[in-house]
């Protein structure tokens, strides 16, 4: 084979090499940069995720809404009701754009269980304490203190998410609490149901 020969195929051979490494080059860099796209997607995903559970998480959508302060008058007239028996029943509200529940309406003694139901607007969600007198079977006259969710379905959807959302934290402010009633209409809420859970 001459000199001519064998230099174009070295030529040749150095081309085809140089194309291979080429070739070789490129699958690796797709492969890298196909690797670190794809870390880069699943931190993005986790991130989103992340981000999602953080904004729309139902625990913390809960947390966020009850974070409504409590008024110390909601305390003090509660306190009022349980130690001295001056109130009848008490009837809060949660003020949005104050961001806490106040007290809305104290019933006196005198006032019945009419006076009471009446109190409650029928279209928007309160809160309420209600001291309840009743005779046992063994005829002993005792009372109980209730507190009442109200909760009308005709309600605004927004108010009745703050208002579920800020009921435990409120009783915790309310010590004293004997039994809890949750009402969407009145027939819930009425004297039998009342009876029916100090029996």
């Known amino acids: ?20 490494s080429l070739s070789i080059y490129t699958r690796e860099y797709s492969f890298k940069a196909t690797q670190k796209k794809g870390k880069e997607e699943k931190k993005n995903i986790r991130l989103l995720s992340v981000t999602f559970h953080q904004r729309f998480d139902p625990a913390a959508m809960a947390n966020a809404a009850s974070g409504m302060a409590v008024h110390d008058d909601c305390k003090l007239r509660f306190l009022e009701l349980k130690a001295k028996r001056t109130h009848r029943f008490i009837v809060y509200k949660i003020e949005e754009k104050q961001k806490q529940v106040v007290v809305e309406k104290v019933g006196e003694p005198i006032l019945s269980y009419e006076d009471f139901a009446a109190s409650l607007p029928a279209e928007e ?14 005829n002993c006259q005792k009372s109980k203190i209730f507190f009442i969710a109200w909760c009308p379905d005709v309600a605004k959807v927004r108010s009745k998410m703050i208002y579920a ?23 819930e809420m009425d004297l039998d149901v009342f009876k029916s859970r100090v029996n």
């Open 1 to 20: 084979m001459g000199n001519a020969s064998i230099s174009m195929l070295s030529i040749m051979l150095t081309v085809e090499q140089k194309k291979i």
């Open 125 to 138: 969600c309160r809160y309420a304490i209600y001291d309840f007198d009743f005779v046992t079977t063994e």
């Open 165 to 187: 959302s800020s009921k435990d934290r409120f009783k915790r402010e309310l010590d004293g609490i004997q039994v809890e009633l949750q009402a969407t209409d009145p027939t």
